[in-house]
């Protein structure tokens, strides 16, 4: 498994072939060219070894190689079984007196001990091959030996199907790196990271901007961090999305922009959430809605691991008010059916008195979702669960779509396959408003989704009279239920996009002026998306969670547990900054664990 996997991500996703890709651009007398090859990668170049130990099959044999790796296991001190991320391969020690000093190595270095060995490649005895291994036609004889490093006892064994907790594996990462499983994730991350930036760059033109971390607080949004400068009273704030950016990269006349864009917001601890996190950002002057999203069917279409089936485009589309009805949801897992339907009609005359009540409320509905065989599926007890389920999330609106989840949960513990995981289910949903009410405040409006996005065309008139009906150009991308990416057409006129900041949203439009400023020189009508990369990896490899392809991720109350942070700072070093520590009571600290959803990072 091990080396199939790796050796496969190892060759290239691609049947690697030999294309050079050139992008004329020119401007005025300049022009520049930039080229880009793509072929097998050398997997030793620069290094102390010929070969990793993964990739020696029986056409080596007879070759000289020296090798370097990490000892995974050692049998009855004659045989070596050294591992690089490429994969396995078996050593043989010598036995014979002239080569005692390299026995002595071999044999003493504890387990994962990083090791440098010189050898023949030689072919296995008839009968000791051994076919579940990539190179188990052949060992190496070895010849010279050298202890690069030698391994303390380690926290846990580095062997995928051992148990750890994962507060364990995040204290010591760099270990947990080391498993088949992290080395797959991480490795297909830079790989369809590198063919995203290959369609972008070399064959669509888009230019990679790297835009700042360090900028301002700005309204609307995710809750930002903020980060002390040594002016009084005057803070950075780290950016949710290079989302003004990138609008202002459209004025400066760059057109086609892209990046691999870090993203911060202080949400608090969600169990798949990080609050730092990773974006595949994208802008386009003079596109519509059909070319973002034909951009995006094509950008995924070419990145994606041929292992994992082919994506079928044009992605289908569903109104949001479709979605919501039908699912209960903005992202439904289309896999399956079990829509919501509104029987309400049924039971117009009906006696049943809770039935009855229900229907006389204002906006008063009867939903159903139907379970085909049921009846055969479900237990007794699972439909209490579901009753259960029902009342402690009544008065949710979404809760039809939290019920039909619910019930696939339930039919797939009796062994129903809804969800198919090798099925990627990729779907558009658009047609949203352009403001939702706040939930903490009804009567007033927020962005569904931010403060730039436009008015849908012949919706605009509403904004001045009826702005809670306008749709809006936005649209969201889903995958298997997850919302994997999402964007706009922007308003490129000053004018109304002032009214949308200071009249219907009540934002404070001075904390924008450079925005607004930048839209009266001659902005171009653009739009763009963002994908979530750490979700869409995480739906790619089927990982458990996002935490899972990403390096160092925090854990989910946001900390860093090898690193510790966040970590206090002396006072004395606060006061460049002009700040100081108000430490909470006992009371507020106590509150605030308490209110907490996942106290134990364990
Ligand atoms: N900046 C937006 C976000 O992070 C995406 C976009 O509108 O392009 O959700």
């Known amino acids: 498994m091990f080396s199939c996997w790796l050796s496969q991500l190892c060759r290239g996703l691609s049947t690697p072939t030999r294309r050079t890709t050139q992008l004329i651009w020119s401007s005025a007398s300049r022009s520049l060219v930039l080229s880009s090859q793509r072929r097998i990668p050398e997997l030793s170049s620069f290094v102390a070894r010929t070969n990793t130990c993964g990739e020696l099959r029986s056409s080596h044999l007879g070759q000289e190689v020296t090798l370097c790796g ?74 010279t030996a050298k202890l690069l490093n030698s ?162 485009v044009p992605f289908p589309s569903m109104p949001f008010a479709e979605a919501l009805a039908s699912y209960g949801t903005d992202k439904p897992d289309t896999r399956f059916g079990m829509k919501i339907v509104d029987i309400s009609d049924m039971f117009r005359n009906t006696e049943v008195g809770f039935l009855q009540d229900a229907l006389s409320k204002p906006q008063g509905t009867v939903k159903a979702i139907c379970i085909r065989k049921g009846a055969k599926y479900l237990k007794r007890k699972d439909i209490e669960s579901i009753r259960k389920f029902a009342a402690d999330h009544f008065n949710e609106c979404s809760l039809m779509g939290k019920l039909r989840l619910e019930c696939a949960d339930l039919l797939e513990a009796r062994g129903v396959v809804l969800r198919d995981p090798a099925l990627f289910s990729f779907l558009w949903v658009v047609d949203f408003p352009l403001f939702l009410p706040k939930e903490e405040n009804p009567q007033e409006l927020e962005s569904a989704h931010h403060p730039f996005t436009a008015p849908h065309p012949s919706d605009i008139h509403l904004l001045y009279t009826e702005p809670h009906k306008v749709r809006s150009q936005h649209y969201d991308l889903v995958l298997n239920g997850n919302e994997i990416g999402g964007g706009s057409i922007r308003i490129h006129n000053s004018e109304l996009q002032h009214y949308v900041l200071a009249t219907v949203l009540k934002e404070d439009v001075k904390l924008l002026s450079h925005l607004l400023q930048a839209l009266d020189y001659g902005a171009p009508p653009h739009g763009g998306i963002a994908l979530g990369l750490d979700r869409l990896m995480c739906l790619v490899t089927g990982a458990p969670s996002i935490r899972d392809v990403i390096a160092f991720p925090k854990s989910f109350r946001g900390h860093d547990l090898m690193s510790n942070a966040p970590d206090s700072i002396p006072p004395e070093e606060l006061k460049p900054y002009h700040i100081q520590v108000s430490w909470p009571t006992d009371a507020e600290t106590e509150k605030s664990s308490s209110n907490h959803p996942c106290r134990s990072e364990s």
């Open 70 to 143: 990490w000892i995974q296991f050692r049998r009855q001190n004659i045989f070596l079984v050294l591992r690089d991320f490429h994969g396995l391969v078996q050593v043989v020690i010598p036995q014979d007196e002239p080569a005692a000093s390299v026995k002595k190595i071999l044999c003493e270095a504890p387990m994962e001990s990083v090791v440098q060995v010189s050898g023949t490649v030689i072919s296995r005895p008839p009968g000791q091959k051994n076919p579940k291994m990539p190179t188990g036609e052949i060992e190496i004889k070895v010849k």
């Open 151 to 312: 391994c303390k006892k380690l926290p846990f064994e580095i062997k995928d199907f051992m148990k750890k907790t994962e507060a364990l594996r995040l204290q010591y990462r760099y270990l947990d790196l080391r498993s088949v499983q992290m080395q797959y994730n991480l490795r297909l991350r830079s790989q369809m990271v590198m063919k995203m930036r290959e369609y972008l760059c070399n064959l669509h033109g888009f230019v990679d901007v790297e835009t700042p971390t360090l900028f301002k607080r700005t309204p609307g949004g995710a809750k930002e961090f903020v980060i002390p400068s040594r002016e009084p009273g005057k803070f950075y704030s780290l950016p949710q999305s290079p989302q003004q950016f990138k609008q202002l990269l459209m004025v400066g006349g760059l057109d086609r922009y892209f990046q691999v864009a870090r993203c911060y917001r202080d949400e608090g601890s969600r169990p798949d959430r990080q609050p730092e996190f990773t974006q595949i950002d994208i802008e386009m002057s003079f596109v519509d809605q059909t070319g973002v999203q034909s951009l995006i069917e094509g950008l995924l279409q070419y990145s994606w691991p041929s292992d994992k089936g082919p994506v079928v």
